[in-house]
């Protein structure tokens, strides 16, 4: 336990975090109030210091939102995670395979924290967005990663409790266990709707040297294009590409047979190019858009993978 801590630094994060975690717009004085539950003097104390050193910055209507000290501490954060580096290139290509939006994303105790994202050219996009945080039980890169790791895990997601975000998302302690199983068995999650109505994704994990799981690659897509049967064909894809990544890393496991190798066959691409061309608009001569690495000043849309 970490003794001998300053209680007004403890103070001046957490209020931090209330501001990082806004909707647009930023928070008035009342609101910072509220949520913190503080003095209004002890507040403006501490929003006086933050903004001093430009971790946040007070707009002309009065309120409060992230400043440039802010930023450049989460772009630090953000370099220094390799996954990224690793992923980059395995992300390119998924997503000229696949035609769909591409997350990269690890665990934030039991939540997903985005940290990489490309889309492909089309008509609709996602609206997730790079550093926003999700919950694990309902996503298919969370569940990727929980069936990837060990069982306290799974346990300590399931006592954070596991609201509903739509009609289909598992909420049932067992019922995620059993879900677990099967994506262990077949090396792919699957998001079916769970997270929010209307998408559906697909993610496998990624392994580090130590075979510890570190991050996850999905597919996310509109529901009206892309199928539950899509995302079973498109699941061993996922589960090769996020291998390609952990062998990247160093992992043991990443060197021996390819995960889902049982469920497709190794001529997948072209069975995925022709997914695309059967369940929307041609997408010939348009390239992926990488998204900017930066952590948007407030949280975020739903409907991340």
């Not at 999905?218 to 064909?233: G, K, Q, Y």
Request: charged share 25%.
């Amino acid at each position: 336990m970490v003794r001998n801590v300053s209680t007004t630094l403890i103070k001046g994060l957490d209020l931090l975090m209330i501001v990082a975690r806004a909707r647009p717009g930023g928070l008035r004085l009342v609101d910072l109030q509220r949520q913190a539950n503080a003095d209004k003097a002890v507040l403006l104390r501490l929003l006086n210091g933050l903004q001093l050193r430009d971790f946040v910055r007070r707009d002309d209507d009065a309120r409060y939102h992230l400043g440039p000290a802010a930023m450049e501490l989460a772009h630090s954060f953000l370099a220094g995670i390799d996954v990224r580096a690793a992923a980059i290139s395995t992300m390119q290509r998924l997503v000229a395979e696949a035609g769909e939006t591409v997350h990269l994303g690890t665990l934030r105790d039991v939540s997903v924290l985005y940290l990489h994202k490309i889309e492909a050219e089309r008509t609709i996009r996602m609206h997730s967005q790079i550093g926003s945080l999700m919950p694990a039980y309902s996503t298919a890169l969370g569940k990727a990663m929980l069936a990837a790791g060990p069982s306290e895990l799974v346990e300590r997601a399931i006592g954070a409790g596991m609201p509903p975000r739509t009609r289909h998302t598992i909420t049932e302690p067992d019922g995620l266990r059993r879900e677990l199983a099967t994506v262990r068995a077949r090396g792919f999650a699957i998001d079916d709707l769970e997270n929010e109505d209307g998408v559906r994704c697909v993610g496998a994990a990624i392994l580090d040297h130590q075979d510890a799981v570190v991050g996850a690659l999905s597919v996310s897509a509109p529901a009206f294009r892309f199928s539950l049967e899509d995302a079973l064909r498109l699941g061993p894809v996922i589960a090769r590409a996020a291998q390609e990544v952990s062998a990247q890393l160093g992992s043991p496991a990443a060197v021996g047979p390819q995960a889902g190798d049982g469920a497709g066959p190794p001529e997948e691409p072209e069975r995925l190019r022709q997914m695309d061309r059967r369940t929307a608009p041609a997408t010939a001569g348009t390239a992926p858009r990488a998204q900017a690495m930066a952590v948007e000043s407030s949280p975020w849309k739903d409907g991340e993978a």
